[in-house]
């Protein structure tokens, strides 16, 4: 079986009844605990504001920000506390049993100049990445470049862009290939 059949094979699928519900129960608290715990600048009020579900015919769409494809920062609307914001929008459709997932981006740029941004992207079926292999899959820092990636819930990956990001510090000299004795 090919690598982008096996991560098909693990869609996700969200119990909850609308996709309200799940903003409720899932998104808003863990965007919450950002503001809380200073990882998003934006006040908690801000949060319903920039953050809302749009009722589609078949589907809803759940936002978070403004898509900024050119990454200008004053059309930036969920701010990070390290000057960078995220934005994320993802696809739900009801079945039974719950939500099932058809597609989103999720998308966290840096301010700090290492890595420009890193964008997660599920795109719908039939979108011609799917015939690369690559309907789920990540840009580390450049629009161009694309890696297969797991297939996560939205929740999921709302706890990896609100992850504190950045350099781990001092580095020290790598010891790959060397025994435990030197």
Avoid: C
């Amino acid at each position: 079986m090919k690598l982008d059949q096996r991560i098909e094979g693990m869609m996700p699928r969200m119990p909850y009844r609308s996709a309200g519900e799940y903003l409720t129960k899932e998104i808003r608290p863990r965007l919450q605990r950002a503001v809380d715990n200073e990882i998003l600048s934006i006040g908690a009020h801000q949060l319903g504001k920039f953050v809302r579900v749009t009722e589609g015919v078949d589907a809803w769409e759940l936002v978070g920000g403004q898509k900024n494809f050119k990454r200008l920062k004053p059309m930036a609307e969920l701010l990070t506390t390290d000057g960078g914001w995220i934005s994320f929008a993802a696809t739900l459709q009801p079945v039974e049993g719950g939500l099932a997932l058809l597609a989103y981006d999720f998308e966290r740029v840096f301010a700090d100049g290492h890595v420009e941004f890193i964008r997660f992207d599920l795109n719908f079926v039939g979108h011609p990445n799917q015939a690369l292999g690559l309907r789920s899959h990540v840009h580390p820092g450049d629009d161009d470049w694309m890696l297969p990636a797991p297939i996560l819930a939205p929740h999921e990956l709302l706890d990896v862009m609100l992850a504190r990001f950045g350099p781990r510090g001092e580095r020290s000299e790598r010891s790959k290939g060397r025994s435990a004795s030197t």
